[in-house]
């Protein structure tokens, strides 16, 4: 039984991210973790400090959100396919440090967030806790949905990629199984601002092939754009579903200058943006 983890914030958003994730696994036997991760000032679960003025709050807070939980979760059994299960989890903690509590806990196939929150702008496409989410947590799959966003089977998935590193098996095994499991393909897009592939990119581009083997896909270029304006060109004109992508961590140094890929996409995107982690080596 897979395991899913579903952060609400009870925005509509985040309802339209929990539908169209029960609908992509409506046919197989999913376990869903409703968590929602909420704040009472001075009170955090990671705190040694406990400000015994602020228990009652702690507590009141606690079953308020708990109730609320508990409502979308019978409401939620009632529509969902016979095999889905739901349990529910709060935490007194911000988003990312829940998450990464209740990756202790267990091992999620995937993290499905809506891309904006119930306080969000709505000239701000992703809202800080998907972004943090997508940036932080490195140990699982996380699908970013916007809010429109209605679950179709995905025909179309771009994959994202620059050959600069070689991919494993591991990291492609998420994306594989689901166009395996929707019969997708998947159009692996490069786009250099200069042109041109390396030598050392062509042989990743060759690896990248051979993982691919089993599943439909073919590879596609474009040159002199910047990477968001082009994914969301050529997955626009061609009506793809998803966008995948590999995220990569980098050095201090690199943060500093190079804002992550998504950020950028955020303005950009209109489908649902899957970011698949690639394991960090640690070094000697």
Do not use: W
Not at 37 to 51: D, G, H, I, R, T
């Amino acid at each position: 039984m897979k395991n899913i983890l579903l952060p609400t914030d009870f925005s509509q958003n985040s309802f339209n991210a929990i539908s169209y994730t029960i609908d992509m696994f409506r046919d197989e036997k999913v376990k869903f973790t409703l968590l929602h991760a909420y704040k009472v000032f001075e009170y955090y679960e990671k705190s040694m400090l406990a400000a015994q003025p602020g228990q009652q709050s702690l507590e009141k807070a606690k079953k308020e959100v708990e109730d609320e939980l508990e409502e979308l979760k019978e409401s939620l059994q009632e529509e969902a396919g016979k095999e889905h299960q739901f349990k529910t989890t709060t935490h007194n903690l911000l988003l990312v440090d829940a998450i990464k509590k209740e990756l202790k806990k267990q091992k999620p196939y995937l993290i499905s967030i809506g891309t904006q929150g119930r306080t969000g702008a709505k000239e701000v496409v992703y809202g800080s806790n998907t972004l943090n989410v997508m940036e932080e947590i490195e140990k699982c799959p996380i699908l970013a949905i916007p809010a429109h966003a209605g679950f179709k089977p995905p025909k179309e998935i771009v994959l994202a990629n620059s050959f600069k590193i070689e991919l494993t098996s591991v990291d492609l095994e998420f994306l594989v199984g689901l166009a395996r499991k929707f019969g997708s393909a998947i159009r692996i897009l490069h786009i250099s601002e200069e042109g041109g592939l390396n030598q050392y990119q062509h042989y990743n581009r060759k690896q990248l092939q051979e993982k691919l083997a089993e599943v439909k896909h073919s590879f596609h270029y474009l040159e002199y754009l910047s990477v968001p304006m082009g994914i969301y060109s050529f997955s626009e004109s061609r009506g793809s579903d998803i966008i995948a992508f590999v995220n990569k961590k980098h050095s201090l140094i690199e943060n500093m200058l190079l804002n992550p890929l998504y950020r950028n996409l955020a303005h950009f995107s209109k489908v649902p943006v899957l970011v698949l982690h690639h394991p960090q080596i640690k070094k000697n």
